[in-house]
């Protein structure tokens, strides 16, 4: 229950495409959802971040879809670029949890020129 | 305003001895965090530090343990190091102590091989 799955591990999008990463929960008491964009030798760095309460949060590129019925949330990137190409990290934590963050997997994107 | 600092960086140990590892946060950043990366397991919590007290700890072994001084600073001790104890450890602060909306800021890591 305290699981975060995420899909798919690697992911192979052309320069401008659009990158899609999803993530898929059980806890229904997650109540903030980040996502998480990391470099190599880099710690991760925070992207965008969504509460259960709203459906889709949009910064710049980068769009979180949220579907509370259905325990999923998902990160799109629009017109992916090579700059782009990183590990992205879903993650949830509970209310009350302090500051324990729970993580995907990971998705390795590579966005090709 | 500077990052989350960590280090070493880079370690090398051998089986069975321990290491401490330094975070310092950023300035007025009171809550510290500690998470394991390893390409099988991933990320994993260890531990959370808010004004000098453990709030929330992972399911680690008793080996992993960790402190919080005054200042905010942080340190993570593991003993009796094992081969699979090799991993990033990253640090990770926060202004506050509470879980939503509160971005957590990461350093760059420590990378420890154990040998």
């Known amino acids: 229950q305290q699981q975060v799955k995420q899909s798919p591990q690697s992911l192979i999008v052309q320069k401008g495409g659009i990158s899609i990463i999803n993530c898929a929960y059980e806890n229904t008491a997650f109540d903030y959802f980040p996502w998480y964009q990391q470099f190599p030798g880099k710690g991760p760095a925070l992207l965008i971040a969504i509460r259960p309460d709203v459906s889709e949060k949009k910064e710049g590129r980068f769009t979180i879809s949220f579907n509370k019925s259905a325990k999923q949330f998902s990160l799109h990137i629009m017109d992916s670029q090579p700059g782009d190409s990183a590990t992205y990290f879903c993650?949830?934590?509970?209310?009350?949890?302090?500051?324990?963050?729970?993580f995907g997997a990971g998705t390795r994107l590579a966005v090709h020129p | 305003k500077a990052g989350v600092t960590q280090t070493p960086r880079y370690l090398i140990k051998t089986r069975g001895q321990q290491v401490t590892l330094s975070c310092s946060p950023i300035?007025?950043?009171?809550?510290v965090s500690w998470y394991q990366q390893t390409p099988g397991q991933g990320l994993q919590f260890l531990f959370e530090?808010?004004?000098?007290?453990?709030?929330n700890k992972g399911n680690f072994p008793g080996r992993f343990s960790g402190r919080q001084f005054s200042n905010s600073r942080s340190e993570m001790n593991v003993s009796t190091l094992e081969l699979g104890d090799s991993a990033l450890y990253l640090c990770?602060?926060?202004?506050?102590?509470?879980?939503?909306?509160?971005?957590?800021?990461f350093g760059p890591g420590t990378r420890l091989t154990v040998l």
């Open positions: 993650a949830a934590s509970l209310s009350g949890g302090y500051n324990k963050l729970i």
């Open positions: 990770a602060s926060s202004i506050t102590g509470t879980a939503t909306n509160n971005e957590r800021f």
């Open positions: 530090y808010f004004s000098e007290t453990q709030r």
């Open positions: 300035s007025g950043h009171r809550s």
